[in-house]
Structure formats: C-alpha cells, structure tokens
C-alpha cells in the first residue's frame, strides 16, 4: 500500500504538469490564472517530501502530502485541501481498506464543506467530491474489484467536473465574475478529476484487472 500511494503520488504530479497549462486557461476565466501553477508546485514538492521520507503508514504518507499542499500550494486551495487531507488522514488504518477509506473520504468530505463553506451548485471542487464519496460509500461492501471501484470514482469525478459547467460561481473569486464564470468548469474540479484518474491508473498498474473508466474531456458528456 506504501508503495501505491508514492506512485499515484508520482503519477498524479506527471498529470498536474502536463495539463498546468489547461488548468492556468480553466482559471483565468474565473480567478488569477494561477491555479494550475500553483498546484503544480504543490505536487512537484509532494513528491519531492515522500522521496526524501523514510517508510510509513498510509495515514503518515497522506499526512506528509497534505501539509506538503498546506505549505506549497497558494491561496485558499492550499489551506483547503491541505488541512482536510491531514484531518481525514486520522481515518486510515494501517493499511487502507474499504472501510477506512469509506471513512477517509467521508471525514474529508466533511473537512472542505465545513472549512471552505461550501455547498452542491457552488461551482467549486466540493461539486466533485461529494458524487466521488457516495460511489465510495455504495461500493463498500461490493464484491467489484478495487480496479472497478476506482474506475466508478473516476466517472463521478468526471459528472462533477462537467455539472461545474453550467453553473454560476457562490464561493470564492469565481464568485465575483458572475455570470462569465458559467460555461466553464471549476478548476479546482478538474485538478481533483484528474488527480483520481491518475489513482485510478496506478490502482489498476497494482491490481490484474483492466477497467476503464469514461475518460472523456470533462467539457463534454
């Protein structure tokens, strides 16, 4: 399991990189332009942390990334984030299994809604969150493999990205644009997209199934 998180870690870094500039564009049409410069950042020095750590339990290595973000990463997202991933990681167990991820993600969904004050319809990452939880929750007690879950997770995190499209911004800077913020989806949503499509890969690289999820561009449906 150590070795999983460090290379969704890894992987998930390499796709923040690649997409900086999309994420930049998503931004500058309802923010500063610099999320995706930002979470690069946050992500490069994530994986530069876990390199230099020693050996760990999942809740120390989602601690170290989570206050990694809390430091790196600029503006509210570094905070949100960073501060519900060290909150939730109290949740994990030695080794992640259904039952303390279904607690992790729930203790984490929980940290962004209360720490960001946020809600469904306003046009944030909470948008994709909350669909990405309840498939964790439904999948609990399934006999589907973990290749299966994740891809679900993907898909939900897709539904999210593009539910972010059509609406108009309530929290945040976006929410100063008015009405120029719909039509595009939240950056902040899309970064969280394509972060679990990158676990989803790296679960599938440590599994002998092959399931692929609906990777389509979260524009279209």
């Given at each position: 399991?150590e070795?999983?998180?460090?290379?969704?870690?890894?992987?998930?870094?390499?796709?923040?990189?690649?997409?900086?500039?999309?994420?930049?564009?998503?931004?500058?049409?309802?923010?500063?332009?610099?999320f995706?410069?930002?979470?690069?950042?946050?992500?490069?020095?994530?994986?530069?942390?876990?390199?230099?750590?020693?050996?760990?339990?999942?809740?120390?290595?989602?601690?170290?990334?989570g206050?990694?973000?809390?430091?790196e990463?600029g503006?509210?997202?570094?905070?949100?984030?960073?501060?519900?991933?060290?909150?939730?990681?109290?949740?994990?167990?030695?080794?992640?299994?259904?039952?303390?991820?279904?607690?992790?993600?729930?203790?984490?969904?929980?940290?962004?809604?209360?720490?960001?004050?946020?809600s469904?319809?306003?046009?944030t990452?909470?948008?994709?969150?909350?669909?990405?939880?309840?498939?964790?929750?439904?999948?609990?007690?399934?006999e589907?493999?973990?290749?299966?879950?994740?891809?679900?997770?993907?898909?939900?995190?897709?539904?999210?990205?593009?539910?972010?499209?059509?609406?108009?911004?309530h929290?945040?800077?976006?929410?100063?644009?008015?009405?120029?913020?719909?039509?595009?989806?939240?950056?902040?949503?899309?970064?969280?997209?394509?972060?679990?499509?990158?676990?989803?890969?790296?679960?599938?690289?440590?599994?002998?199934?092959?399931?692929?999820?609906?990777?389509?561009?979260?524009f279209?449906?």
């Amino acid at each position: 399991m150590e070795q999983l998180i460090r290379e969704a870690v890894q992987n998930a870094t390499e796709r923040i990189e690649n997409e900086r500039g999309w994420l930049e564009e998503l931004d500058s049409e309802i923010g500063d332009g610099d999320f995706g410069t930002n979470l690069q950042r946050g992500a490069r020095a994530c994986t530069e942390e876990l390199d230099k750590s020693g050996s760990g339990t999942p809740a120390e290595l989602v601690r170290t990334v989570g206050q990694t973000l809390l430091n790196e990463v600029g503006g509210s997202s570094g905070v949100l984030i960073g501060m519900s991933l060290m909150e939730a990681s109290d949740e994990l167990s030695d080794e992640i299994n259904r039952t303390s991820l279904v607690r992790f993600a729930e203790r984490f969904q929980s940290e962004i809604e209360e720490r960001g004050d946020v809600s469904i319809g306003d046009k944030t990452m909470f948008d994709v969150v909350v669909p990405v939880v309840s498939v964790i929750q439904a999948r609990a007690e399934s006999e589907l493999s973990s290749a299966e879950v994740s891809a679900q997770v993907v898909e939900a995190a897709r539904r999210g990205a593009i539910y972010t499209s059509a609406l108009q911004a309530h929290s945040g800077r976006a929410s100063y644009t008015e009405l120029r913020a719909v039509g595009n989806p939240d950056p902040g949503a899309v970064g969280v997209y394509l972060i679990l499509q990158e676990i989803h890969t790296t679960v599938q690289s440590h599994t002998d199934s092959t399931v692929e999820p609906h990777l389509g561009d979260p524009f279209d449906p």
